[in-house]
């Protein structure tokens, strides 16, 4: 968890006195390498570690861009709604890869994004998110949110294959719930 904390530091440093502002709607990619601490056996990258990037790569996002004073310094905190991730290749200790972050929409209450995670132009994982912005126990309004980031778009629907991901949430919880 330090190396968690302090690669949050990291990018906050870097986005305030180093690395050039960037629009919320514009595609973020970071190139990466795998350590031997995101190992699992010391060999491929564990699967709690493509989490971790993908983290990294959404808080990058929101301390380059105006979405940190918009959102964090007014008291709303983000929270993260679901999170699914796809694995079709392994990534090796010591080898780099390339972790892209695309916003596929939003709606009044989340905010859809996708993480690609390449190598040598092959997609090893690809990674969806929901996420929201809560202040008093309650998610904040995300147009109203983009509006004051100076997003022009009023609107970003979601494709219907990104709907489909997160469509069973819900029911799953309720499904599961131990009363």
């Given at each position: 968890?330090?190396?968690?904390?302090i690669?949050?530091?990291?990018?906050?440093?870097?986005?305030?006195?180093?690395?050039?502002?960037?629009?919320?709607?514009?595609?973020?990619?970071?190139?990466?390498?795998?350590?031997?601490?995101?190992?699992?056996?010391?060999?491929?990258?564990?699967?709690?570690?493509?989490?971790?990037?993908?983290?990294f790569?959404?808080?990058?996002?929101?301390?380059?861009?105006?979405?940190?004073?918009?959102?964090?310094?007014?008291?709303?905190?983000?929270?993260?709604?679901?999170?699914?991730?796809?694995?079709?290749?392994?990534?090796?200790?010591?080898?780099?890869?390339?972790?892209?972050?695309v916003?596929?929409?939003?709606?009044?209450?989340?905010?859809?994004?996708?993480?690609?995670?390449?190598?040598?132009?092959?997609?090893?994982?690809?990674?969806?998110?929901?996420?929201?912005?809560?202040?008093?126990?309650?998610?904040?309004?995300?147009?109203?949110?983009?509006?004051?980031?100076?997003?022009?778009?009023?609107?970003?629907?979601?494709?219907?294959?990104?709907?489909?991901?997160?469509?069973?949430?819900?029911?799953?919880?309720?499904?599961?719930?131990?009363?």
């Open positions: 968890m330090i190396y968690y904390w690669h949050l530091i990291y990018l906050f440093i870097g986005s305030k006195l180093f690395w050039s502002k960037t629009d919320l709607t514009s595609d973020l990619t970071r190139k990466q390498r795998v350590n031997i601490l995101d190992c699992d056996t010391f060999r491929y990258m564990a699967n709690s570690k493509y989490s971790y990037y993908m983290d790569i959404r808080f990058e996002k929101m301390f380059r861009s105006k979405l940190y004073g918009n959102t964090v310094k007014k008291g709303m905190y983000a929270v993260l709604g679901s999170q699914k991730i796809i694995y079709k290749k392994p990534l090796k200790r010591w080898s780099t890869f390339t972790i892209t972050l916003l596929e929409g939003w709606d009044e209450k989340w905010v859809y994004h996708k993480q690609v995670f390449k190598q040598k132009d092959q997609v090893c994982a690809i990674g969806y998110t929901k996420a929201a912005f809560w202040k008093h126990k309650k998610a904040q309004d995300i147009s109203g949110i983009f509006k004051n980031c100076d997003v022009q778009q009023k609107e970003m629907k979601i494709s219907e294959n990104i709907q489909l991901i997160f469509d069973n949430d819900y029911s799953l919880l309720k499904a599961n719930s131990i009363t």
